[in-house]
């Protein structure tokens, strides 16, 4: 475990970065929610204690590299396998919390199989979910996630239903499923949503440790650079649009416990 840094005397430190969290500079875009959801994860895993029995499951994505970040065992996957890899390690290591952390394109597009698979036989993992509504790596194309009328690289003129079909609710399209204990959504756009979405990335965790199935949390977070706009902009632009195609809130949970 990493040491906690040094407090000049006569100070005190009222925040400083995870001690399961790399020192080093993310690559992700400015305004990215992806650099706030790693933090989030490593705050909770510092608070239940589990650094050292923690194994990751990383996607495909703009957060193809989440081991240089979260200071845990990790296993790089396929795109959209993070669900298959994440069963195989919890079923091989069961004393072990795993974890997907998974954007839209990864886990809604091409690994959109294997999340229900999983969910549906209450695979004892957590995910991490985060909707960006776009391909975001590859140049902001159109993803399952993105909403009517949004203007992508490959929906120039919006996304229209006819063409393309609907965005997918994945959380509540996931709690429909017998296999899913918990199901919420929250959002990376302010300091009050920011503080619920910790707070439900540690109630999948926390699920996990109490022996509960397949539980998510649904993170909506801005994507300034494939969105083309500023960050401030885009964080006003979520609350706007994203929030209410994907509301906010728990969507289901069977653990009979809060957070």
Known sequence: MAAAPAVPEGMQCIWARP???HDRVFHFCPGCGHSLAHRLVCEVID?????????GAGPVGCAWNPFHYINVDFGYCLHGRAPAVGTGMKRAHPDKVVFTYQGDGDLASIG????????????????????????GMTGAQMAPTSLIGQVTSTSPLGRDSNVTGFPIRVAEFLAQLDGVCYAERCALDSPANIRRAKAAIKKVFQNQLDGYGFSIVELL???PEGWHMPPEEARVWLGEHMARQYPLGKIKDVTGGGK
């Open 47 to 55: 608070e239940l204690g589990i650094e050292q029995t923690t194994i």
């Open 221 to 223: 977070s801005p994507c």
């Open 19 to 21: 001690q399961s969290m």
């Open 112 to 135: 959109m199989a294997e999340i229900v698979h999983a969910a549906a036989r209450s695979e004892k993992i957590s995910t991490v979910f985060v909707n960006n509504a776009v391909f």
